[in-house]
């Protein structure tokens, strides 16, 4: 069988008054992504080639959201929003030449699957001209309802110019359509609006494909995973499904998460095998953990590497660049940033390490700084392997510390510790006897 092509077009037109917002609907983000960008990617893993966008006026970023996603993008301005019919015709320059399929999503519908996608098209393969997606539901009220007939969906009634018996219908539209790219811009450009809304309703094509004798079927798919954000509180609930599928996801994988409802996942994060995640970690994005690491409790990380058997926490945090190679541990109120910590090595109380390379094996002692910025610039501080730095050590960039060097603790280190040496600023210790004994006793007479 040859391969279908697909193009998608994602409508997001709405700015979305319900979020009050300065920025659009679609690049309020859930688990550190835009959602449109989640639909695009969505889109691309079901197989789309080509992404066309439908923006409202000023909405450049939205386009540079899906950008950093893919480059093969259209964008079109819908400066009057007149119905989604009328803002998929937006984009009617892409649908000339049309691929095989064409899936419309919606940017605000950030959980749509790739699989549910493919099922669609799947549809389309078999012969469907339209297959639309519903999901079954308690509060069908605001929704378009599917009306099915002998397997065949005949009509998709808006919620406003349906009758009272098509109101009890609870299988409802999500709004995401795939078409038959070939009778597709027919269909839309005889899209009237004359209904309660004076819209130009895509979901008419289903009634319009009908009467010319093409097929049109429904899928079904879970009421969370198609769930439209419109408000801050729909952005939690949608935020919420996401975090409970990436726990169970990594759970399924062979992570052991301590306490699942505490642990917090990007978009991308990457968890190995035997991984111990303990309770309240939050990850942000760009994460990579190899399989036997630990995270302990309270940490937090973001663009970091985790290799395997490195230990990790509690309470610490790892911010973008810090790569933590095998064995290696970071521990209590510890922060590294922008960082390779060798194999082995330990940073375990009270640190921050950034701009530095920590060689193998090395011991960074309690309250050990890499004074990195001057205030205009940053500097790097190069740690050699199995360099031992003594307690409460400023290391100001740049900075060496040789191989096997040994920090006294309480330096200040401005110049380059010689391998094997002992190096350290130190104000020499003065003992005055019996000093605090006479102080004492001045004080307790007057
Ligand atoms: C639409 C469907 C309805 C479905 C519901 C699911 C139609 C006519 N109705 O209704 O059957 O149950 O979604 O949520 O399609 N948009 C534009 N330009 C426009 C209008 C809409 O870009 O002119 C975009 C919006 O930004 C949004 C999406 O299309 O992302 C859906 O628009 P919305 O106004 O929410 O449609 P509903 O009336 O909710
Ligand atoms: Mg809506």
Not at 250 to 278: C, K, N, W
Not at 410 to 431: D, E, F, H, P, Y
Request: charged share 20%; with cysteine; hydrophobic share 40%.
């Amino acid at each position: 069988m040859t391969q279908r092509t697909c193009q998608a077009i994602i409508l997001a037109a709405g700015q979305g008054t319900r979020m009050k917002s300065s920025k659009p609907k679609v690049l309020h983000q859930v688990a550190h992504l835009p959602m449109v960008s989640h639909v695009a990617k969505a889109a691309l893993e079901s197989g789309c080639q080509k992404l066309s966008l439908v923006v409202g006026p000023d909405m450049e970023e939205v386009l540079q959201a899906v950008q950093a996603i893919h480059k093969n993008v259209q964008s079109h301005q819908q400066i009057e929003r007149l119905g989604t019919a009328h803002a998929v015709l937006a984009a009617q320059d892409d649908l000339r030449v049309p691929m095989d399929d064409v899936i419309v999503l919606y940017g605000d519908t950030p959980l749509i699957q790739e699989q549910t996608i493919t099922q669609m098209r799947d549809a389309l393969a078999k012969g469907a001209d339209i297959a639309v997606l519903g999901f079954r539901t308690d509060n069908p009220a605001p929704y378009g309802r599917l009306l099915e007939e002998n397997g065949q969906l005949v009509a998709i009634r808006e919620a406003k110019d349906a009758s009272e018996d098509e109101k009890k219908i609870n299988f409802c539209n999500a709004g995401i359509m795939a078409f038959a790219g070939k009778s597709m811009l027919d269909l839309l450009q005889k899209i009237d609006n004359k209904n309660a809304q004076q819209e130009y309703y895509l979901t008419d094509a289903v009634e319009l494909a009908n009467q010319a004798g093409l097929s049109v079927v429904a899928l079904e798919a879970d009421e969370a995973e198609v769930q439209g954000v419109n408000s801050r509180q729909e952005l939690a609930s949608v935020e919420a499904t996401f975090q409970s599928h990436a726990r169970l996801k990594a759970m399924t994988e062979g992570a052991t998460l301590s306490d699942p409802q505490t642990v917090y996942f990007a978009h991308d994060t990457q968890i190995g095998r035997d991984v111990l995640i303990e309770q309240n970690v939050v990850f942000g994005p760009g994460v990579q953990v190899a399989d036997n690491a630990t995270i302990r409790a309270f940490s937090h990380l973001e663009g970091a590497r985790v290799a395997s058997y490195c230990v990790i926490g509690p309470y610490a945090r790892l911010r973008p660049g810090a790569f933590i190679e095998e064995k290696a541990k970071i521990g209590n109120f510890c922060e590294v940033k922008k960082a390779v910590v060798d194999k082995g090595a330990k940073v375990n109380h009270l640190s921050y390490i950034g701009d530095a390379h920590v060689g193998e094996k090395a011991n960074i002692g309690a309250g050990t700084i890499t004074c990195n910025y001057d205030g205009f610039n940053k500097f790097k501080t190069e740690i050699g392997a199995g360099a031992f730095i003594g307690s409460n050590s400023a290391l100001v960039a740049p900075v060496i510390i040789e191989e096997g060097a040994i920090v006294g603790a309480g330096s200040v280190i401005t110049k380059t510790a010689k391998a094997n040496s002992l190096t350290l600023t130190r104000a020499k210790q003065m003992s005055l006897a019996n000093w605090a004994a006479n102080f004492r006793e001045k004080n307790s007479k007057s």
